[in-house]
């Protein structure tokens, strides 16, 4: 359990630059989640931490020491791999053990740090089976125990849910949630999913392309969005491109004007989230006439696909609970709620 | 249909066994006629030939031979490739492909010609040293070497190629060190190959001929080359009492192995 201090970080290979010039600071006890599209750099980063790759450039330290050179085997740091890396030649309790072992413990001691370790995940009336006899999910959570096991000063959790079906996922989710608050231990995850990273994170690293775009708190990440990356990766989008605005009021490209949450000026798109457009009977002022082109039924909201007749397509998530079921090529009139759009720059 | 197929499949597996095994049926049976030149049906039945094998020829001291040979060609072989592939499967640059290439080089090459090219080498070598090298136990168990290597490589490969990377990382992070992680994680993982691919070298190494003819020389005969020796002279049971005692010792050598690993497995 320690603060991680990240500064400068980058890796190159060649003229690819896989993680340019990082800044992060982590605080004890934070669950931080790198997120992002494959090859942003966020598993470059999470390796470089691990001491797996050797950083091109820049300093990682845990608890004020100067981490960039130490080998991993030094390095007290617990990682959970997404493939799981189980020892398939040891028993869950050896598996678990393995680390403490390594460490020189007196017998005892690892034999009760192991069982504690299996209790957490509450594995421990499988201490003698071999891996190959576990499923999936208990295959994780022996992955997990082994890696809290050594007490570490930070938990490193490559794309951990990732091997798991939907129904496991969750469960697993809220378990490591669980863990990481009972133990208080700083923790980094990696993940492409946004919905993981935003549920479990206290804070999420948005990069792209090797650098990082954003770093706060899912609601910040989620509502004001630092940039059209952000805010096209994280949640479903509507992207509205523009030609210029007014105050807080953007005009897209087609003329509509919206009325955004901040400042437009130098911003070149709004973006207004799925579940702020409304699909209205009655005509308003402020009501656009549009044309349902297609509809998907996703259980508890519906997504609507509009095309306006200004020209622009829009997408609305309508909840299904007693709404009226639109169908493609119905009139419809469309509202924004008011001060929902959010303007957006390039980069 | 299902039964025909059956039958088919039954009749179909009996033939292949039947050709694979009977030469060996025969050599066993051979070895116990008691009538001096092979002809059917034999005379009786004697164990005169076992006795024969220990004291006619140089049998008994070329077996030994042979196994000096093939025990030394397996552990140099083993002592290069283990470490060799442990090393270069990660690597991607084109060294190592050259290098892993090299190492398989001798299977390509008809196995006669690298022994007369071997014994030209030693000629020179002994010109140059006056060192009697020539038909020295280390000299045909650095030249098996040459066989046992490919075959270890190519077993090893295979095996560590489903070793996930990530294991080793994951001893690593729990804090075994690059030598810990070797004893307690790779090599335990790949033991079946290792073993497997040290009996495979013992066999080719024991069975050899094509690489030894040049290289015996009188006083130090691997067993191949002493039965070869023999028949040019004589066609007597004895030859096969030797070969049923060589296939007793390789199919010791399997059953033994095969109690610590599935052979199957890894073959």
């Given at each position: 359990m320690a603060r991680l201090q990240i500064q400068g970080l980058s890796k190159a290979y060649g003229v690819f630059s896989a993680v340019e010039s990082m800044d992060l600071d982590v605080q004890e006890g934070e669950f931080i989640v790198f997120l992002g599209p494959s090859g942003c750099g966020k598993t470059t980063t999470l390796r470089m931490i691990a001491g797996f790759i050797e950083p091109t450039a820049g300093v990682i330290a845990i608890g004020g020491r100067n981490?960039?050179?130490?080998?991993p085997y030094r390095r007290n740091l617990g990682i959970v791999f997404q493939n799981y890396a189980i020892f398939p030649h040891l028993s869950v309790f050896d598996n678990v053990a393995f680390g403490l072992r390594r460490r020189k413990l007196p017998s005892a001691t690892v034999e009760a740090k192991a069982m504690a370790a299996l209790a957490r995940v509450k594995l421990d009336h499988l201490r003698e089976r071999m891996p190959k006899q576990l499923s999936g999910g208990q295959q994780q959570r022996v992955a997990i125990a082994r890696a809290l096991a050594i007490e570490p000063d930070l938990l490193l959790l490559d794309e951990p849910l990732s091997n798991l079906d939907a129904k496991l996922r969750h469960d697993v989710r809220d378990e490591i949630h669980r863990l990481q608050r009972d133990l208080g231990i700083t923790t980094i995850m990696v993940t492409h999913d946004q919905e993981e990273a935003l549920s479990l994170g206290d804070r999420l690293v948005v990069m792209n392309k090797g650098k990082v775009q954003q770093i706060g708190t899912p609601t910040e990440i989620y509502e004001?969005?630092?940039?059209l990356f952000v805010a096209d990766f994280i949640g479903r989008t509507n992207v509205l491109h523009g030609s210029g605005s007014e105050g807080t009021t953007f005009i897209t490209e087609s003329g509509l004007r919206l009325s955004c949450r901040n400042l437009t000026a130098g911003c070149s798109a709004a973006i207004v989230r799925p579940e702020s457009i409304q699909l209205v009977d009655v005509v308003s002022a402020t009501s656009l006439p549009a044309t349902v082109e297609q509809v998907t039924y996703l259980g508890p909201v519906c997504e609507v696909r509009l095309q306006l007749q200004s020209g622009e397509t829009l997408l609305a998530t309508p909840g299904t609970g007693g709404a009226p079921r639109r169908c493609k090529g119905e009139q419809v009139h469309v509202e924004i709620a008011p001060d929902t759009a959010y303007a957006v720059t390039d980069s | 249909m299902d039964r025909l197929n059956k039958t088919l499949m039954a009749v179909w597996t009996a033939a292949g066994f039947a050709y694979l095994l009977l030469p060996l049926i025969f050599v066993v049976w051979m070895s116990f006629f008691s009538n001096e030149i092979p002809y059917l049906p034999p005379q009786g039945y004697t164990l005169d030939w076992y006795a024969a094998a220990f004291t006619r020829g140089r049998f008994a001291e070329s077996f030994m031979f042979s196994l000096y040979v093939a025990l030394i060609a397996t552990a140099l072989g083993l002592a290069v490739s283990v470490p060799a592939t442990i090393a270069l499967r990660h690597a991607r640059s084109r060294l190592a492909g050259s290098i892993v290439q090299l190492l398989t080089a001798p299977l390509i090459v008809p196995t006669i010609v690298i022994g007369a090219g071997i014994y030209v080498t030693l000629v020179m070598f002994e010109i140059a040293t006056s060192w009697p090298v020539v038909g020295s136990l280390w000299a045909l168990g650095l030249a098996h070497v040459l066989m046992t290597i490919p075959w270890c490589v190519r077993l090893l490969l295979a095996n560590l190629a489903s070793v996930d990377g990530s294991i080793e990382e994951a001893a690593a992070s729990l804090g075994a060190s690059p030598l810990a992680t070797l004893f307690k994680v790779t090599l335990p993982l790949i033991w079946s190959g290792v073993v497997a691919a040290g009996l495979f070298s013992f066999v080719v190494s024991f069975g050899n001929i094509e690489l030894s003819l040049f290289l015996v020389a009188p006083g130090s005969t691997t067993l191949p080359i002493a039965i070869l020796q023999y028949l040019e002279w004589k066609l007597d049971p004895t030859v096969a009492a030797v070969s049923v005692a060589q296939i007793a010792l390789i199919a010791a050598g399997l059953l033994i192995a095969d109690r610590y690993v599935k052979l199957t497995r890894v073959v």
């Open positions: 981490l960039t050179t130490i080998p004001t969005p630092a940039n | -």
